[in-house]
Each structure stands twice: as structure tokens, then as C-alpha cells.
């Protein structure tokens, strides 16, 4: 009964892959969101999404490209990864935009 | 353009002491504050939030935070420690007068309780 869920929990890649991430809650939400928390902890959103549609996009290169196929799901996939990709990738879900967002277990992404 | 501040890195408190995590923002309207606790290798916890009405809102394990607009601040408080609540907070913020939904995070304090 995971309330938001992310695969994989790690990734071990080499550079130049192409990878995916994905994201699913089940708490009946219409926002989702994706976070990079870097090796200093710092959390910075890349994307949000409100019912299927992108409402935030920051300034993320376009090897990053998000996808939700519905509500409740929200993929990420990454092209041509970098070693500076390295990072701990958070979705987070949202009823609203400006309520409190429930954050998943992460996927630690590691470039080599 | 919303900007939140953390300016401790790491709080060290013995447990049974109350602490204060401090945090303080900048909006050009009126804030939405969040406090969120991490623990190692785990996602972001909601602890409570500040949208409107009381100043002092309470929230999960025996926090609380109070909203000060004078000073812009949001600090956490917690009249006495665990080493339990030993983890990473983040206070985050949103402008109501922004129109995006995006949350700004402060870049986290570290909490230590010594036992």
C-alpha cells in the first residue's frame, strides 16, 4: 500500500546509457513532481506535471525527458547520461499545486 | 523570486533539550512554509506546514513551527529531543502569488541529538 513508489531504487549505469525511471502513486493526486537531491543533499525540482499536462520545467537538459502516460504515473527517462547525472532522483505527488507533497523512496542513479 | 535560507548546516543538542531549527524566506507574496524531515537513505516526511490562520502550527513527532512575518521567519522547534529526530530538515517554500506550483527547498540542516 505504498502511497508514491519509484523503480528502480538503484541504478548503476555507464555513461552514454539510456535509462529510465519510474514513478506511481496511488493516493489519487493530480500533481506530480520530480527532484535531483545532489551529493550535498542540495533538492532542486526538474519537472511537474498536473493531470498529464507539464506545468514546471526547469532549466534541466534536454537529455531529461519526463512522461506521464496518466495521473497517477510519471516517468523520467534520461538520455545520454553524464557522470554530473549522479545523483538521488525524488518523485513527489501533489493534490493541487500548493498542497503538501508526498515524496517516494527515491532512486539513487550512479554513473560510471 | 522565492528564496528560502537555512543558515546552519548541523544542530547539535542533547537529548531531553529543546531545540530550533531555524529557517528564514523571501516572497513577494504571501507564503505557503513546509518543514520535511529525512531520514538516511529515505525519501522526504511531511512534518507540518504553514498556510494560513495560527501562527504556531503543530505537526508530526512533537514539532512545531512558528510563522513570523515580521522576520520572515519559519523556525522548528521541539520542547525536548530525541536521538530519534536525529536527521536531515528541509524548510521549504511557496509564493501564493505565484502562479507555477513550484516549492523552493532551503538546503537542509543536519540534526544530531547526543544521548
Known amino acids: 500500500d505504498t502511497a508514491v513508489s519509484q523503480t528502480p531504487k538503484y541504478l548503476v549505469t555507464q555513461m552514454g546509457n539510456d535509462k529510465s525511471i519510474k514513478c506511481e502513486q496511488n493516493l489519487g493526486h493530480d500533481t506530480m513532481y520530480w527532484y535531483k537531491q545532489d551529493s550535498k543533499k542540495f533538492l532542486k525540482i526538474m519537472f511537474s506535471?498536473?493531470?498529464?499536462?507539464?506545468?514546471i520545467n526547469e532549466t534541466v537538459p534536454n537529455r531529461f525527458s519526463p512522461k506521464s502516460p496518466d495521473k497517477a504515473h510519471l516517468n523520467l527517462h534520461i538520455n545520454s547520461l553524464e557522470l554530473g547525472d549522479s545523483a538521488v532522483y525524488f518523485c513527489?505527488?501533489?493534490?493541487?499545486?500548493?498542497?503538501?507533497?508526498?515524496f517516494g523512496p527515491g532512486t539513487r542513479l550512479t554513473v560510471l | 523570486a522565492q528564496s528560502v535560507a537555512q543558515p546552519e548546516d548541523q544542530v547539535n543538542v542533547a537529548e531531553g533539550n529543546p531545540l530550533t531549527v531555524k529557517c528564514t524566506y523571501s516572497v513577494s507574496g504571501n507564503p505557503y512554509l513546509f518543514w520535511y524531515v529525512q531520514y538516511p537513505n529515505r525519501g522526504l516526511q511531511f512534518l507540518l506546514k504553514?498556510?494560513?490562520?495560527?501562527?504556531l502550527v503543530k505537526g508530526s513527532y512533537g514539532f512545531e513551527a512558528e510563522f513570523n512575518k515580521s522576520q520572515t521567519s519559519f523556525h522548528l522547534k521541539k520542547p525536548s529531543a530525541l536521538v530519534s529526530d536525529s536527521a536531515l530538515y528541509f524548510c521549504a517554500v511557496r509564493d501564493i502569488a505565484s502562479s507555477a506550483s513550484k516549492i523552493i527547498f532551503g538546503s537542509g540542516t543536519r540534526l544530531s541529538i547526543r544521548p
Open positions: 506535471y498536473n493531470n498529464k499536462e507539464l506545468i
Open positions: 513527489a505527488s501533489s493534490l493541487g499545486g500548493s498542497n503538501t507533497q508526498y
Open positions: 504553514y498556510i494560513t490562520g495560527d501562527n
